[in-house]
Every structure is written in C-alpha cells, then in structure tokens.
C-alpha cells in the first residue's frame, strides 16, 4: 500500500512539474514575441463579438404602424335558365360554369378580399318543387319568377378567388314551401367553403358566425340584409332567423355590436323598398338608409338588386364608401329589349382599406385607391352550344363581343362616377 501512495505522489510531482515548466517557458516565447500576444488577443475578441452577434436582434419599433388589405367586390349572379343551361352537360349530368369566369380570375386574384352577391339560392335539387324537365329548364332547378340554383356556379366562383359572399335577396325565400330546406341546403354549400358569408342562417344561435376574419392585422366584419323577400315572408314567419332581413331595430343593433369587435365593418345591402329595378340613379330612399349605416359605423356598404349599374359615392364627411348598385356579374338579361344594355354591364370594384395605428394603441381606418374594372357579360345565344355566356373585362373586348362596346364603355364609366369622380376606371384597349 505504502509503495502505491509513493508511485502516486511521484506522478503528481512530475506531472506538476511538466507544467511549471510549460508555462515558463511558455511566457519566455511570449514575452520575446509580441505578435503572438496580439494574436491570442484579437483571436478572442473576434469570438467574444461573435457570441455577441449571435444574439437576436430585437427590432425597433415604428410609430404609427400602417396595414392594408384590398378588396374587390361585384354585383348579382342571376342565374337564369340559359346561364345554367349553358354550363350543364346532359349526357354525365353535372355543371361546369368555369369558362364563364374564366377571363376575370387575373383581376379577382389580385385582391386580399373578394365579394360577390349570390342573387339566387343554392337551395340543393328539388324536382318535387321544380319537376319541370325540357330543353329550357333542368329538373330540380328553377328560373324566374322562382329561382334555385345550382351550387357548381359557387365552385366556380370560389376556384378563381371569391371569399367573401351576400346571400340574402329578394330571392332568398323562393322555394317557398320549402324554404327551410333550401335554406339549409345553401347554409351548408356555403359552410363547407373557405368563404365569409352572411344572409342566411339555419340555426338562430348560429347568426353571424361566419363573418368576422383577419387579414394583415386587421379584422373586418360582415354583414348582409334584403329589406324585402317578394312578398313571401309568410314563408318563414315564425322562423324569420332564416334570412336575414333588414330591420332597424335589430340589423342596426346587430351593427352596432359588430362594430366594435372589428376594425372595419362592411355591409352588403340588398335594396328593394322604394327603389325601382333598372334605374341607373339610386333613389332617395336609398341614400338615406346609407347615410344612416354610416352615422352607425358602417364603413364600406355594398349595394346590388336594381340589376343595373349605379354610381358610387364617399359620403357622411368622408367616413363611408358607397357603391349604390354593383350591377349585374352574370345574368340573361342584355336579352331584354327594355333594359337596353343595363342588365349586361357590371363592375368590379377595387380599394384598399388602410389601418394606422398610434403608439397608444388607437388608430383610423381609411379606404382608398378607389378603382373599377367594368365588366360585361356576352350571350352568343346559342345556349344550347358551349361557351354561350362570358364575363368580360372591358379591356379584354373587341368587336367581336359586342360592335358598340367602345360607346357602352363610356356610358357606364359616367353612370359609375356621376356622383364622384374620385376612382380609377381602368381604360379599354
């Protein structure tokens, strides 16, 4: 044992030894090279701002903050007989409506938020409410005075970039008898869709679920109301929570609630009461219930129903923008002598909506960069061959399309800007 601890003790000299040594000599090499001290030193001051470097830098706040999202936003899709007619294919029984949009996907894409005013029910087939089969007509669907439609134009729609769609019309109600059913039936097409949506409800618990979203930090909501359902609200008394039809004592509650759970609030408003179809000029009644959407917060209101363009307006000191009527997207109504070329020109209405927030936490919400690209829908009237109906940008036509589309353009750039010339109509070729 005694000899183990005297090997140990041995080492442990030697080895304390070796270092003595070591170090030295090792300050007479360094002492007699002063460049290797230099060495050494930059050596761990280029490693200690490494580690320094290494750490995350925290930006640095800026004051005010600006977001912004866009928005597009277009008119009725009235789908009569020769619309669907025209996308239906006999022999597999299915729909494709995808080359009637085909042309406005490069517009609807560029935009963060794309509306679209379904005019007419999704209401599922129904060939005991709507039995009629021939060449005019599809079984299960229907046309005016009643419409059903099918929900394959919906595909469509969403495929080239629509998210954010009305539903309530003056439509909405026209399965009559069976309204609850289509009603549920389009609620459902609608929920299974990565849309915002609004107009319709199946549940009365469930209202307004689906329409509130955020884009760029900033959080818009969504609200649609039909002020009439062609007299046939007998259809849903007792379970008026279906449709959603515009009241001032709840729509204007259920504003003012909104309001203040978002940063921007936009309204889709289906006129009917007291305002004529096909008349290019919003009646009186029309710019009063505007003005009062706006003194209750609304900032964006999305007019449709007269079927026909209308002028857009900024209205109540600047804090609201009005597009009166969006016209048309898609419908068989450039048929209709009486209606001239109203029915079969539209817009797509282009802002960006623009949140500046303070370092305090408050801030504004302003709309601009107002702009349109009209749209026109062309009928070959050969809805029996393919191709028939097309949605058209007017920089897209030729006189292939329509011979006088050059003065058609002009007409309806001045209806869309008579009451304010402060957007940017794109120009045609």
């Not at 600006?66 to 669907?84: C, F, P, R, W």
Request: with cysteine.
């Amino acid at each position: 044992m005694k000899k183990r601890r005297l090997k140990k003790k041995v080492k442990f000299t030697l080895a304390l030894l070796i270092i003595g040594i070591t170090l030295i000599y090792g300050f007479i090499f360094l002492k007699n090279n002063p460049k290797s001290i230099n060495f050494i030193k930059e050596f761990f001051m280029k490693e200690n701002n490494s580690i320094k470097n290494d750490k995350p830098k925290i930006p640095k706040e800026v004051w005010p903050k600006v977001e912004k999202i866009s928005l597009v936003a277009t008119g009725d899709a009235l789908l009569h007989n020769s619309v669907y007619i025209d996308a239906y294919n006999k022999k597999t029984d299915t729909f494709n409506f995808a080359p009637q949009v085909e042309m406005i996907k490069d517009i609807v894409n560029k935009y963060d938020i794309a509306y679209y005013n379904q005019e007419t029910i999704f209401g599922g087939k129904q060939p005991d409410i709507f039995p009629n089969e021939n060449q005019w007509n599809v079984k299960g669907y229907h046309c005016y005075p009643h419409f059903n439609s099918p929900s394959e134009f919906g595909d469509a729609m969403v495929d080239i970039g629509f998210n954010m769609v009305s539903l309530a019309s003056n439509h909405s109600a026209d399965c009559k008898t069976k309204t609850k059913d289509c009603v549920t039936n389009a609620y459902k097409y609608w929920e299974s869709k990565n849309v915002v949506f609004d107009g319709l409800n199946i549940e009365e618990t469930r209202e307004n679920k689906y329409n509130v979203n955020t884009i760029n930090g900033i959080t818009y909501g969504f609200l649609n109301y039909t002020t009439t359902l062609n007299g046939l609200d007998g259809f849903i008394k007792g379970q008026e929570y279906l449709i959603d039809t515009y009241s001032e004592e709840i729509s204007d509650q259920e504003i003012i609630e909104l309001k203040k759970k978002v940063d921007v609030l936009i309204v889709a408003m289906h006129w009917h009461k007291n305002s004529p179809e096909y008349s290019t000029v919003p009646s009186n009644y029309n710019k009063q219930l505007a003005m009062h959407l706006s003194e209750l917060g609304v900032d964006i209101i999305l007019g449709t129903y007269s079927h026909c363009l209308q002028p857009f307006d900024i209205i109540n000191e600047g804090k609201t923008v009005v597009f009166y009527s969006l016209g048309n997207f898609i419908s068989n109504q450039g048929v209709l002598t009486y209606l001239n070329n109203k029915g079969i020109v539209g817009v797509l209405a282009g802002m960006d909506i623009v949140k500046t927030t303070n370092k305090d936490k408050t801030f504004t919400i302003k709309v601009e960069n107002l702009r349109g690209d009209l749209i026109y829908t062309y009928n070959n009237g050969n809805i029996f061959g393919s191709d028939a109906f097309k949605v058209i940008p007017f920089d897209k036509m030729n006189e292939t399309y329509n011979k006088n589309y050059r003065a058609i353009y002009e007409e309806f750039k001045n209806i869309l800007t008579s009451l304010n010339s402060n957007i940017d109509i794109t120009p045609i070729n």
